[in-house]
């Protein structure tokens, strides 16, 4: 029988009490003395994996900055659900610019805290997919290349789910949107298209790139710490469920990220440089027909025929993550 | 001190005095000789404290200014034309977040077609996006107004846009005095911004307003333009006094006080026409010139105030609001106490096209003589216009519209000037 | 007001022409006012600079469409495009040529103006013997300087000194002080036919 080793944290998937633990394995949201950057009473929706990920992971920022950070966030979801005016959630200095310059605007903030000598003071930016993969890539790519001192933190629901789940180019093949409907000979997303930014981002030979998922968020707030003791341009692709999007319960958004992970679907690593330093590997590959069977957003595969063609294609995409990536142990 | 050098570098000069924190740059014609000077100034170590950004884009260079601003530092940046478009969307975020970013905006043309000559249409696509909106005449002016545009954008929390003619100004070699380090420094208080991102005083800047209280802080917009009008002679008052130089303001007259014919223009077409009025004068026509330096706010009551007295007014703008006419002049009619009939609009200086003594004396003249129609546009080559409509009215595939127009012409290349 | 206009092609400085003469006049306590064509035009192609003197500001923003002076630094543009338009029957003109007018086949035409307000030089060739590129600019404001006497050789070595640095300064200092002697002595032989 094939020895893996398992590492044990306070939430997530391989969740253990406190006490098991040793302290630096301990969740930041463990702590009594959490910021709660993103405080409670927003306006997100029920099991909202964004708001999951952006909690861990600013509070994760803050715990690893003494405290000292400031965000920038693109319009979305994000944006909207936290600051519905007069009220804001944000405990942090916070500024929402435009859908598609967090990334330019978050280089601003850099450079005035450089020139004012404040360079303790961390910059992080966030979006989601769209202002992220979309209409915010060129302000992105120009962060990379600069090589900026910003964590960029995308929280990626595969779609624009704001203005009401339409595709954007995160959108994985298959997939039903508003603008990729589940009607025709091929129904959903189409299949060959899109855009895998992890490695988009690693190809500008940054210093860290990691992916990440709301299913291991101790995985989550120990890479936004790793991020935050490098200097320069740095990306954290989260994956985070949408379930009014993508037609999944509430209370499922964590195994669905799970899923997503353990199909080899989203493959989560680490990169330094361009290279991959780290894989988290999956443990028991499922088929990829347990990640998609639970979201209505696939229910067209799964009608009367089943379009296991489709399926397999798939399936398809998942192995050949794992091939690239050495998700499974031989 | 006196010196004899290109605008661009005088405007750089007068950017670096004003000690700016962080510079975005992006290149476009004919603002680069300004990002150009000024990178090489931070570059070289002459200005310790500032930032020198390459960005990747028009869009990203104002964005970054965004966060620079919001982040307590003082931001600049330079742009023209078709990227003063592409960055339309942070322009008007800049000014609705009250950040006192200063940018140049080397004026020039829109295409399509591509043109990379003088007008005003740049700057006039955004006139309502909440900016302060200056126009140097020349380039001490313009040299003037950025050292303006910092006090005044940093007091009032509103970005200012400094325009100088592209290539007309921003090319031209001649003589600026160039104010001291102390001067400056004696005129421009550090930035002490009224919001900013700190960790010791969390805020969140950019959350979304419905319709509950939108229109206010649209009002507060307003008002907040509505007092820049009132504070705007003082310190041009106040600049006078230090610098010595009456540049800035809301407008200038020249020659207005006995005049039966007023013109008005933006910009250093202001000097041509000077010594056209200057020329016309001697032969004994009552004509006269007012100058707008400040276009937003609209400077409406300095405007009434100078066209008082004129029978006639003839807005001569670098600008053309296709389907309707004159920017400008719409502006210049609700000011004027006459009647708007008689307010004419002159559209001169399209992408370039050279406005000569000549042909500003002939409508001035026309003026007078109570010929001039409510629209005109200077110099234009009628014949051409008209073969092209024709041949649209022939074929229907007439094909595209500059190409057919140059080939009529007979020019392959650009005849500028 | 006395205005030049320079004509050219891209690469041979007459932008800078224009900006070294307005420097000249400056440091004579004149009004100086210089400007290109404002192409975008690439090497080669045909360029236009402007350069207004005069002892109050100068305002207008208009082409020179009435020159005083020309300086043409390309023979070739003779035939090419109207370097000759708006001058006045007393305008100076300069030309950067191994030739004479008559062998440009200007010989008739230039006998409409003052014959001592005319000169070539070789201008590239002195270019090349001090500076080493074919660079005619600072060799011709020499020119320029000698043929009007509206500036002073001085002002011109001064303004190359002020836009130039080192070698590259001295080099076209020594191109227009040769320039300079070389057209003061053309005109004077010239001046002297015509009253013999």
């Known amino acids: 029988m094939p020895f893996q080793s398992v590492k044990f944290y306070q939430t997530g998937t391989f969740t253990v009490g406190n006490r098991l633990l040793a302290p ?285 063609e489709v399926v397999a294609r798939i399936q398809a995409i998942a192995d050949r993550n794992v091939k690239r990536y050495g998700l499974v142990d031989e | 001190m006196l010196k004899q050098i290109e605008g661009s570098r005088a405007v750089a000069a007068a950017v670096a005095l004003c000690r700016p924190e962080v510079i975005c740059a992006y290149p476009i014609s004919p603002q680069t000789h300004i990002v150009e000077a000024l990178g090489e100034a931070v570059k070289a170590g002459g200005l310790p404290h500032c930032e020198f950004i390459n960005v990747e884009s028009e869009f990203a260079a104002m964005s970054v200014a965004i966060g620079a601003s919001a982040a307590g530092a003082r931001a600049y940046t330079a742009t023209a034309s078709q990227g003063l478009l592409f960055m339309a969307e942070a322009v008007y975020n800049a000014s609705g977040l009250g950040l006192p970013i200063v940018m140049t905006v080397a004026n020039r043309a829109i295409g399509a077609p591509i043109n990379i000559w003088n007008d005003h249409t740049d700057a006039m696509s955004q006139r309502d996006c909440g900016w302060i909106q200056l126009f140097a005449e020349t380039n001490q002016e313009a040299l003037d107004l950025h050292i303006q545009a910092f006090r005044l954008g940093e007091e009032l929390s509103l970005p200012v846009m400094v325009c100088m003619d592209g290539f007309i100004l921003t090319h031209a070699y001649e003589r600026v005095d160039l104010p001291t380090q102390a001067q400056v420094d004696a005129w421009l208080p550090p930035f002490e911004p009224r919001q900013v991102l700190d960790p010791a005083e969390p805020v969140s800047i950019g959350a979304m307003v419905g319709p509950e209280a939108f229109m206010e802080v649209r009002y507060l917009a307003h008002a907040k333009q509505m007092r820049a009008l009132e504070l705007i002679p003082g310190w041009a008052e106040e600049f006078r006094r230090a610098f010595g130089r009456d540049t800035g303001g809301l407008t200038h007259t020249y020659r207005t006080e006995d005049a039966e014919v007023i013109v008005v223009a933006l910009g250093s077409v202001l000097g041509t026409i000077k010594d056209t009025v200057d020329a016309m004068r001697e032969g004994g026509t009552k004509i006269g010139v007012l100058g707008i330096t400040c276009f937003r706010p609209w400077p409406s009551a300095a405007v009434r105030a100078a066209l008082a007295g004129a029978r006639r007014v003839v807005v001569l703008e670098k600008s053309l609001a296709v389907g309707l006419g004159g920017i400008v002049s719409s502006s210049v009619r609700i000011s004027y106490p006459g009647s708007p009939a008689a307010v004419h609009t002159v559209i001169a200086g399209l992408g370039g096209r050279a406005i000569t003594r000549e042909a500003l004396a002939r409508v001035f003249a026309e003026a007078f003589a109570g010929t001039l129609p409510p629209l005109t546009f200077l110099d234009l080559d009628r014949a051409l216009v008209e073969r092209a409509l024709a041949r649209e009215r022939e074929q229907r595939r007439s094909g595209p519209i500059a190409e057919n127009i140059l080939r009529d012409l007979g020019t392959v290349a650009s005849r500028a000037g | 007001m006395f205005q030049v206009r320079i004509h050219g092609r891209g690469g041979q400085g007459v932008v800078t022409a224009a900006e070294l003469l307005s420097i000249a006049a400056f440091r004579e306590g004149r009004h100086a006012q210089a400007f290109p064509s404002f192409g975008s035009e690439r090497t080669g192609a045909p360029v236009v600079a402007y350069c207004r003197i005069d002892d109050r500001e100068i305002r207008l923003r208009e082409p020179i469409l009435q020159p005083d002076a020309l300086i043409i630094q390309d023979p070739t543009l003779l035939h090419q495009v109207d370097v000759f338009g708006g001058l006045a029957p007393n305008g100076y003109i300069l030309i950067n040529t191994t030739r004479t007018f008559e062998a440009l086949g200007l010989g008739e035409f230039m006998r409409g103006f003052h014959a001592e307000h005319l000169c070539t030089v070789n201008a590239t060739g002195l270019a090349l013997k001090h500076v080493g590129r074919p660079v005619p600019n600072a060799a011709l404001l020499g020119g320029f300087a000698a043929v009007t006497g509206r500036i002073s050789l001085a002002s011109v070595v001064a303004a190359i000194r002020d836009k130039f640095r080192g070698q590259i300064a001295e080099a076209n200092v020594a191109a227009a002080s040769e320039a300079f002697e070389f057209v003061t002595r053309e005109t004077r032989a010239r001046s002297h036919a015509e009253t013999d």
């Open chain 1, 24 to 308: 630096q394995e301990r969740s930041v949201q463990s702590n009594m003395r959490r910021t709660n950057s993103l405080n409670s009473g927003h306006r997100a929706c029920q099991g909202c994996g964004e708001a999951l990920g952006a909690r861990y992971a600013i509070d994760a920022a803050m715990d690893a900055t003494g405290n000292r950070l400031i965000a920038a966030n693109a319009t979305g979801c994000l944006e909207v659900f936290s600051t519905p005016y007069p009220e804001t959630s944000w405990q942090i200095p916070w500024i929402h610019s435009l859908f598609g310059n967090a990334a330019a605007v978050a280089t601003g903030i850099a450079a005035a805290l450089r020139v004012k000598g404040r360079s303790d003071t961390r910059v992080i930016a966030q979006g989601g997919d769209g202002g992220t993969t979309d209409i915010g890539f060129g302000c992105l790519s120009g962060m990379f290349e600069r090589n900026d001192d910003v964590l960029y933190v995308c929280y990626d629901n595969e779609a624009y789910m704001n203005t009401g789940v339409q595709r954007s180019s995160a959108t994985p093949p298959a997939a039903r949107t508003a603008t990729t409907a589940a009607v025709g000979p091929e129904p959903g997303n189409v299949f060959g298209q899109g855009k895998d930014l992890p490695r988009i981002a690693m190809a500008h030979g940054i210093p860290y790139v990691a992916t990440a998922t709301v299913a291991e968020l101790r995985d989550l707030e120990a890479k936004v710490c790793r991020a935050m003791e490098i200097r320069g341009a740095r990306y954290i692709h989260v994956f985070v469920p949408c379930p009014l999007g993508w037609g999944h319960a509430s209370e499922d958004t964590i195994r669905i990220s799970r899923l997503a992970k353990e199909t080899g679907l989203f493959p989560v690593f680490e990169a330094e440089h361009g290279e991959v330093t780290s894989v988290s590997k999956i443990r028991r590959k499922l088929p990829v027909e347990d990640y998609l069977r639970p979201q209505r957003r696939y229910a067209h595969l799964f009608g009367t025929p089943p379009r296991t």
